[in-house]
């Protein structure tokens, strides 16, 4: 709930201090789980998104590795690693996550609609693994 209180702030002109703020919130909340269970492989890589979304991109590819080792045949994972890739800078891992989401069933309305993949858009490959088959 908390990181999404923090897309939603994200996405309101002057609001990023607030969105930051519940970013932090679901981290900690996040990493409060971590603390019961470290092998859960899908709170991590949660985690591991809203430290991408705080800008700390090298300790979210930490845990989202860990995450997908921890979780390797999990759609959300591989959803969750596909946005870190692209907030990231790593545009081909974004591409290959996403591919692996989708083939795990993630729906095409939230991938067309997400906002973190934006710029991903753009290049011919994303078309290419939404396009109808």
Do not use: F
Request: net charge positive; with cysteine; aromatic share 6%.
């Amino acid at each position: 709930v908390w990181g999404n209180l923090g897309d939603a702030y994200a996405c309101v002109s002057g609001r990023k201090s607030d969105a930051d703020a519940a970013y932090r919130h679901a981290v900690q909340l996040g990493q409060d789980r971590l603390a019961v269970n470290a092998n859960d492989g899908e709170t991590l890589s949660v985690v591991a998104l809203y430290e991408a979304k705080l800008g700390n991109k090298t300790k979210a590819l930490e845990n989202i590795h860990k995450a997908m080792r921890l979780a390797p045949g999990s759609r959300k994972v591989q959803w969750e690693a596909a946005l870190i890739y692209e907030l990231a800078g790593q545009r081909d891992h974004a591409l290959k996550a996403l591919q692996a989401a989708i083939h795990g069933g993630q729906p095409l309305d939230e991938v067309r609609g997400e906002p973190a993949l934006a710029n991903l858009r753009t290049d011919p490959r994303y078309q290419q693994l939404i396009a109808p088959r």
